[in-house]
């Protein structure tokens, strides 16, 4: 067993680590940067070290500054949480070098997931369905528009090392394919240093759905259902729930059983999600997370199991502690992401929390790192809590939602809370009949949101 965990990540999934390795007996080292001396996975950790400045680039980001923090402190083991350097092969294999362990999938895994074409060519050879679309990266424009011509309009370009919805841009002509495509290497250069650029046919009314597998690395793997993430703005998911309101019994077993089949075959360790879009009963992979999702939590409550805990496990070297068996869905779970923005408008804005309290009740769930008197950096991502209820039907989870909204209180600043109130009213909510573009149609003819 591990002695010492430290967490390389900051806010409420750190606090989330923190919480499963107490509870496993395991010690805790926090991490953080000098924006985040008063920060509560700070607080609440055994022991913590600064790292660098604000910056993430100095900070979170320094593979140097989080060995060494580690190698000072004892730890045995990191936990990377999600983003940062949760999908950073280099950083894994600097851990190996180092005898760290990672709380992960392997570098060589990360590695090839982490391109969008090497991803899309493994899971094509493992059986798992794709996007039609081009074979490897696209060279320049006259290739794009062969392509555009080949399997028609509309098509999406994307960063092979794009992720968060950076680089992705639609073509729906051959008349917008230049601009289209020029703008998607831009931004691939410009967040990722990488130009190069895929593409696929555009779906045009599809669902976003997620396969949670787990791994132990040893040619065993199981799938915990879908998740359903499809209301989202600009790519950014706000609402998910599990089980989706649009998967049959059928589909379910049978996408999960390719995804978990598709895991074993390259004995992959640990939690990972398998990211398709959905319409008209079929599935098109788009990538693959080899990281624990923020939105792990609706799945942890349909299922009854603790991701974390889990993933500690194996990385320690133990089997799954649950076979595809044992996994049975309970009720219907939904998550809600609170962020620190403005609404309508979605600008960030970090400040002090006057006044914090967070709702209760049976299947309610509140995970944050806030507290009264907190003062949300502006230099991070403006997520700053998730609401997660879990009731025994979908009809159920959205009223307990609805009280649930009702009860939290955040004072000081403005968050998005107003939108989910507003979403809650809509009829297309409740029946579940949206696609991934419903949102921004939704935001557009109600805020003029463009």
Known sequence: ????????????????????????????????????????????????????????????????????????????AIHPGYGFLSENATFVQALQDHDINFIGPTAEHIRVMGDKISAKDTMRALGVPCVPGSEGGVPDLDAALKIGEEFGYPVIIKATAGGGGRGMKVANSAEEMPTAFSS?????????????????????????????????????????????????????????EAPGPAISAEERARI????????????????????????????????????????????????????VREQIRVAEGHDLSFTQDDLIINGHAIEVRINAETFPGFAPRPGK??????????????????????????????????????????????????????????????TTIPLFHALLQEPEVHSGDYNIHWLEHWLEQKFDDK
């Open 256 to 307: 999960g059983e390719v995804c978990a089949n598709a895991v074993a075959k390259i004995n992959y360790i640990g939690a990972g999600t398998i990211e398709f879009l959905y319409e008209k009963g079929e599935f098109y992979f788009i990538e693959m997370n080899t990281r624990l999702q923020v939105e792990h939590p609706v799945t942890e409550a349909i299922f009854g199991v603790d991701l």
């Open 184 to 240: 998607a290497r831009s931004e691939g250069k410009a967040a990722f240093g990488n130009d190069e650029v895929y593409i696929e046919k555009y779906l045009t009314t599809p669902r976003h759905i997620e396969i949670q597998v787990f791994g132990d690395g040893k040619g065993r793997a199981v799938h915990l259902g879908e998740r359903d993430c499809s209301l989202q703005r600009r790519h950014q998911k706000v609402f998910e």
């Open 353 to 414: 929390i006057n006044a914090y309290h967070a709702p209760g009740g049976l299947g309610v769930r509140m995970d944050s790192a806030l507290y009264d008197g907190y003062s949300i950096p502006p230099h991070y991502d403006s997520l700053i809590g998730k609401l997660i209820v879990h009731a025994p039907d979908r009809k159920a989870a959205l009223a307990r939602l609805e009280r649930a909204l009702g009860e939290l209180i955040i004072d000081g600043i403005e």
């Open 1 to 76: 067993m591990f002695k010492k965990i430290l967490v390389a990540n900051r806010g409420e999934i750190a606090l989330r680590v923190i919480r499963a390795a107490r509870e496993m007996g395991i010690g805790s080292v926090a991490v953080h940067s000098t924006a985040d001396s008063d920060a509560m996975h700070v607080r609440m950790a055994d022991e913590s070290v600064c790292i660098g400045p604000a910056s993430s680039t100095e900070s979170y980001l320094s593979i140097p500054a989080i060995i060494a923090a580690a190698e000072i402190t004892g730890a045995d």
